[in-house]
């Protein structure tokens, strides 16, 4: 079975530094990969996903992500910081079990991210 | 286009008690996913339905039934509600393959005493 690890329970940055949460994930074929972000006291919300192509991704807010096969990492990174950015970044993996037509995600433990001022 | 919406946003009860969790999209999903959300724990499956007419269990099903009663709408049911289930609940959904999007609505906190 797959799985996901984020090893960062809680990070603190200051508003403007760059940001890197690390997700690692185990999954014997090309996993489909997700980062969602969730605000205080709301839902998820998709940033970024990878399933093919180009393993540099861009996602909404400024964040990109890097699929490394080698290492079997999905990085999530932001260049600069924003105190809005503050929230809990879960990253997921999904599988599409050949010829059915769902998709099933394992998320991660999930980080914590604070800003300050 | 109200995406994905989930009654009640608070509940509380007492063990043993019943309750309903209702899920509505309006996007024309093929399908609907419950989540429960316990903290350092991320979230965790419950139960799907890959299409209409079909469910399934997911990581965590035991002491959850689900019903998938038309494309809209998926409601968990907690027949002998326990502390255990003390948990924040979220509904999502996707339009199907394993690369979709899942949107997920605003989540139900159920507080069991």
């Known amino acids: 079975a797959q799985s996901v690890t984020q090893p960062d329970i809680h990070i603190t940055v200051s508003e403007g530094a760059s940001l890197e949460l690390r997700c690692n994930y185990s999954y014997g074929a090309t996993p489909y990969l997700f980062w969602y972000v969730q605000s205080p006291g709301q839902g998820l919300q998709l940033l970024l996903k990878?399933?093919?192509?180009?393993?540099l991704v861009q996602g909404i807010k400024g964040f990109e992500a890097e699929f490394k096969r080698s290492q079997s990492s999905f990085n999530l990174r932001k260049p600069s910081v924003h105190w809005s950015d503050a929230a809990e970044y879960f990253c997921?993996?999904?599988?599409?079990?050949?010829?059915?037509?769902?998709?099933?995600?394992?998320f991660g433990q999930g980080t914590i991210l604070t800003v300050h001022p | 286009n109200a995406g994905v919406t989930q009654t009640p946003k608070f509940q509380v009860l007492k063990t043993g008690q019943s309750m309903t969790l209702q899920c509505a999209q309006d996007?024309?999903?093929?399908?609907m996913y419950w989540y429960r959300q316990d903290p350092g724990m991320g979230l965790r499956l419950i139960y799907y339905s890959a299409s209409e007419g079909t469910t399934d269990k997911g990581e965590v099903p035991n002491g959850y039934n689900v019903s998938r009663l038309n494309k809209r709408e998926f409601s968990l049911r907690l027949e002998s509600a326990a502390p255990s289930q003390t948990s924040v609940y979220f509904c999502?959904?996707?339009?199907?393959?394993?690369?979709?999007?899942?949107?997920f609505g605003p989540g139900t906190r159920l507080t069991v005493l």
């Open positions: 990878y399933f093919s192509g180009d393993t």
């Open positions: 996007m024309n999903h093929n399908s």
């Open positions: 999502a959904s996707s339009a199907g393959q394993g690369t979709d999007t899942q949107y």
């Open positions: 997921a993996v999904g599988l599409d079990a050949g010829g059915t037509s769902y998709g099933k995600l394992t």
